[in-house]
């Protein structure tokens, strides 16, 4: 081992007193010269000559933390360099730099809590930066000219609802478009709110019924239905369109006016949730050109465009996140996402990687179930997060023990690798918290 | 970097000693200066002019904690505020009051365990106060006539079951009947415990059967049943109903002697658990009502009236809170969700996200399996949270990747809010149970 | 607030000197008699003629820990006591005794660190008692008599594998008996070690089977099996039965050995594996007994109580407890769970709670789906636990809400409650690993 | 209670004054007596005599970690061994052989701190150990024949893509092929990518397809498909064929140059990598060999080898572990795994007895659904996972009751038992990462 205690062999030889921040240390010469090149080790060599020696106390002076001194002693008379759990990693950082050691030295035991800080100050610091870049707008507001103060202002009230009373109850105006928008997207397609398209044929569907009787059997019903509509041979109601329309309208005239009032017309139009806003309203913009370019939709290639230009409509739930501008618990997941790109990918590969193979060996196992490899991994997928649908289920023995490994290798990997990203996002949000509880006009002074 | 450490080209000027709490400090005096506007500085610069210098021992004496102006003379040293890990937030933000810092200054590696101590005293310090609020009722216990003593000790009787022997039986006996009236609400449902309506009409119902072969093929069998009742043409067993009226009236009795001891009035009939009782009563004087005006139900209008009132029934459920009325678990549990509404809220707003999109997604992605978006919404939901029904599945190349995309969201999401929500929970259980611990007698100092 | 420090505006009184172990502690006298009724009150008020007073040097002197000793006074300087973190909990009992202060004194913000020791401690060191008690039976060995001297041995090599190689075989070899004797009950119901009755019919069975194109459409066939018999028209085939017959004689010789051999007869009767081992035994006996008595099994009478017998065979499982008997992990979660009862029966009325409002609501919502509210029950716990059969889902626009406010529940009371339980065995696995690992003769030290 | 305080009735005895490091510790010469047989008490009774008597200053002085003394002095004044929670074990280990104490004093509410840190240097330190294994064959490139500088060259240029860009262009290159292998293997099972076997009959299928009227009723239509080929009557599309043979020639390829400039033979084959090479290519030598004697397919007997063929198919999915080569997350895993045996075993063992138990309990009470408790491990397993497929289901009362234990006992095992495995992943990858982030040139001095 290296613990070398020689001090008991050999004869004692001249005690050292050190006299760090107030604190004093004393250790044989001997002890200091163990780890040469270091400055203490010099200082052991030097002796009275050292810079830091005080004649009339006859000790050396340091002005340095004490703390992390007794752990720097401690390395000089053991050689394996522990470092306490209650000091930051960061204030020992800048000691050792002092002490002529480096943070190698660190014994990996220790390593641990001391990178721990270490890791905390850059990542957290990142996120206190990325919450103040709202505040760089600020630094705009000392233009002068009379308009570009009225610019300002309708600026501020319409992006800062916490600025004024007004501006609160325009951006909860604005909120209630957003939510109506989406509540339309969603039920537009119920069959509630759905007519039947002029002219279409309904047509007579045998569905099933099942009913219990009081004695718990499950009993089937045959059902015959008559004017039924596919989905297809439906329209939603009209009102709901209008309504629709009438919130692209406001989405409309509320980009136009934001756009009018930006400090900075690119970075305004580059700004995520502005995209989204424009993309959201292209699918009605392209409706309003068909309709005025062949009203009766009459020609099929007309009604084929239509058909695309329902698909693009999905890009309207991204309004979404609109509602999310105002929420800083979603701007914290954002950040933690972008941070832990390499943990988010550890889950996705490992999961990958146990999707890939219990797919094929349920493949060559089970051929009658499993089709091909493809709808394997969709099982697998499904097995090993637990959630398990029963849509495609193993059948013969071999398929039930690849199945059990399969849950078992699932409940580890999602075991082992959620905890890794789940940690990032506790401190970032226990962190954003704390931050959000400091009174208000000294938190500009943390950017410091 | 902000690190400066200028000590070493700058001449070495004047060593100070400062006495904080009788550990001895010593550092040179142009390091004191560099933070202005401080305690320390403001002594640096008065020198022995200044009210802590002791003329005899050549020291400055501060009746401080010593640990912790080791990490404020670090702050000076360094220029930047790393705390102690071991030293409880509230005792820093003290001291740090004392040296005229403030707790911006502190950096944000060292951050979150300061402000773990601070947010841990206020809501643990909630806490004790709300466990100890039934004592307020206590004080009230001076009263001094003999019918309010009686009333008093007849309320300790019934809401107190630890003050005697007694009480605690007749809240057994209290409790026999709530479970009672539980259990005849759900097994007066079941069909071993319904009997046909008089004159309602059987017939045959055509269920299936499956039975595995010792080969392990399931087979189907079909089977005719003869004599089976609709749930609607069956109605509970006499017996359930008289049992649920003797409730009933115990519950009256009950709610009025309650009422009648009650100390206060109006807070007895706002109180949570009161308020249910009533509800849970409604249904029962309704029926006695109908009874009593249309005795043999022959109208229809009176049928559809027990319909109503059938399920206005479901209340009676709510009976199970007052089960949870002497049990500390459920307060906690109360108290957590009350503390932790943001967090919670942030659960819910993180899966409707995610179950929004996904369920866009998906309907536009197979139309055929999922008709709406709102059956979309119940998809999402249920693959996000794992549980996983199977009851809507997709089936396309397309709705595969997106199912994958979803559950792989669904585990991230569910990990990332659960354990911020947790937390709070585990937090108050320990320190709830740890107080539970203390000798009764000495509970109550507690509260100072 | 509580925290005065008047020391800047009270003039500056005389400073104590208080030396705590070697440790200086200088402050006011004024502050020490903050809190009245204390050692330190006490002893300021005494001055010099306290016993601790140290003429020579000036100072108080205290034989106690320093370290704990900053945090007293510092509870002199705030009155509010704050504990530091790297002491452990029960060292800080004993100094707040010797200083007349009390645990109730500390502030919720450090009492969980402070409690977490306290708490530790007793369960740590019950737990140490709990797997030391096997060593008990060793101090039985200095009985003297040659004959008991055999006997012991015998029973050393019988219950203690770790005494020789021998025993350790010895232990192998049973284990294998218990293996084997698990795996005819599990195989004996499977079908391909079953063969028909002599007499059973046959009989032609329709099933169904679904095979999959390769255009991924699943496709199905009608099947007809001919041959086929019903699970009760089959028995374990002869060779089974024979294997089942030689274990149960192996376990009644063991049985009847260890018995005779045992140093407390009535102790080893009631020892819970050894009630196991006559339990699995009695169907075996009984089985003998009614092949004698009705050697052809022709009358009725015999062939329904080889029915009960039948049902009686399953206590044979519980074999696997013996295979647990040299394994400690699983003492640990006895143990865990022996002490965890109050955690384990919050997990459970947690979700019985839900199960009963969910089940409830459910059934009023989706009378067609849940025919009975004790159905409900089913589904709101295979909801809430996240398993998700599948086998009832509502299917109502009520029903998806109600589902879906159910798994949310569902998913919180899990996360709640589980962990609370499991923080428990964690701490015990851990303790009794590293317990492990230390040295064998050493170990039974730690029961001091 | 062991804690004896005698110090208070017993007269004060001589103050003794110890120098550990520079801090001063004072106590009374029957402290220190009271744990014979240890450094202090013979230190104590030596007095003036002992080497370390310091005749100058009146005191002992010791050259040791003054922080563990101050507990050790504890131990001396009550009797229990508490260790401070900001040393590392490593550290007060040493400090307590130095004084005479051994670890199994440590009182077991301190012992977890303790050896924690002991455990995480064992494992940490092989952590490292076995991340820098590769660096090993660097110590090979001294070696000075050009030819042999040439053969290393290319191997580095093979083996370590961090070396130069051609050699991570190369490591591209060769993944492509790797995943283009694994795509092939996965995709040519997808009826898109494969071609009827020339001769092979169609078939009408009977299929059934479900839609959703827009009243959100479920239909079934019939569907009549014609021209359907079953899976074994179609082949892998003849360019898939082509490419995967491509792919075949680079890897034999590949493994012969590596082979060929591999440094050891041996140990080169031995690897687990490279056998998992060889192993994936022969399936495609047999069938150049089978295609070479039996060009035309035409023997029942190669047709038969052929399916064989395709069974042996599946080892090329091993593959995938081709891609981690260069994966640090993936040798943690595996490191863990390694590691972590014990805990993994602790989870398989506690889960299959709860599936034994629980299947043998459902086979007896369900024997309808349950055919044999094989069927009934598949069950239990899928339960207690919580993936719950639904393909088996209780049916009745008693059943449902099994399932209910089934669940929770499941939700617990699962809970109980993985964070066990977990943890140690966790502290391993956080680990790795820090260790990762170490400037590059400086990282191979850890190794010391
Ligand atoms: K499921
Ligand atoms: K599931």
């Known amino acids: 081992k290296k613990r070398s205690r020689e001090d008991s062999d050999k004869p004692p030889d001249k005690r050292v007193r050190i006299n760090v921040g107030g604190t004093l240390f004393e250790t044989w010469r001997s002890t200091l010269e163990r780890i040469p090149g270091t400055r203490l080790a010099l200082m052991a060599v030097l002796g009275e000559s050292d810079d830091t020696w005080d004649k009339e106390k006859k000790e050396f002076f340091f002005d340095r933390h004490p703390g ?69 707008m600020e630094a705009w507001t000392e233009k002068t000219t009379n308009y570009e103060r009225f610019k300002h202002r309708v600026w501020q009230f319409i992006e800062e609802p916490s600025t004024s009373r007004a501006a609160k109850l325009y951006a909860v105006f604005s909120m209630f478009f957003v939510v109506l928008s989406i509540a339309i997207f969603c039920l537009e397609t119920y069959h509630w709110f759905r007519v039947p398209i002029p002219g279409a044929k309904s047509h007579n569907a045998t569905g099933y019924d099942t ?17 039924q509509y596919e989905f297809s041979a439906t329209e939603p109601h009209p009102a709901m369109t209008y309504l629709d329309y009438v919130c692209a309208a406001y989405f409309t005239i509320e980009y136009l006016t934001r756009f009018f009032f930006a400090p900075g017309k690119w970075k305004f139009i580059k700004g995520p949730l502005n995209v989204i806003d424009l993309l959201c309203l292209i699918p009605h913009l392209i409706a309003i050109i068909m309709v005025t370019v062949d009203p009766y939709g009459s020609s099929k290639d007309t009604s084929n465009l239509f058909r695309a230009f329902l698909a693009l409509r999905t890009v309207r739930i991204l309004r979404i996140f609109k509602l999310m501008k105002h929420y800083s618990a979603f701007k914290i997941l954002v950040y933690t996402i972008k941070v832990s790109t390499k943990e988010l990918l550890l889950l996705v590969i490992f999961l990958f990687t146990g999707v890939l193979i219990f797919a094929s060996i349920i493949f060559y196992t089970e051929n009658d179930t499993f089709d091909s490899i493809p709808v394997g991994f969709w099982w697998a997928l499904v097995t090993m997060t ?7 289920v193993p059948r013969t023995e071999g398929g039930y023990i690849i199945g059990c490994v399969c ?15 789940v940690n990032n996002f506790t401190l970032y949000y226990s962190h954003a918290q704390s931050r959000i509880k400091l009174p208000v006009h000294k938190r500009k002074e943390l950017k410091r």
């Open 68 to 136: 992390v001194f007794s752990m720097v002693m401690q390395y000089y008379r053991t050689e394996e360099l522990h470092t306490d759990q209650n000091f930051c990693g960061n204030i020992i950082q800048g000691e050792l730099d002092f002490w002529g050691l480096t943070e190698l030295d660190i014994e990996p035991c220790c390593w641990g809590q001391y990178s721990k800080f270490k890791d905390h100050r850059e990542t957290l610091a990142a996120l206190d930066e990325n919450f103040t870049q709202q505040t760089e």
């Open 211 to 227: 009913y219990f009787a009081p004695t718990g059997d499950q009993c089937i019903k045959t059902k015959h239905k008559t004017g």
């Open 386 to 392: 637990t959630v398990g649908y029963g849509d495609k």
């Open 407 to 421: 849950v078992l290798c699932g409940v580890l990997t999602v075991a082992f690798t959620v905890p890794i990203v």
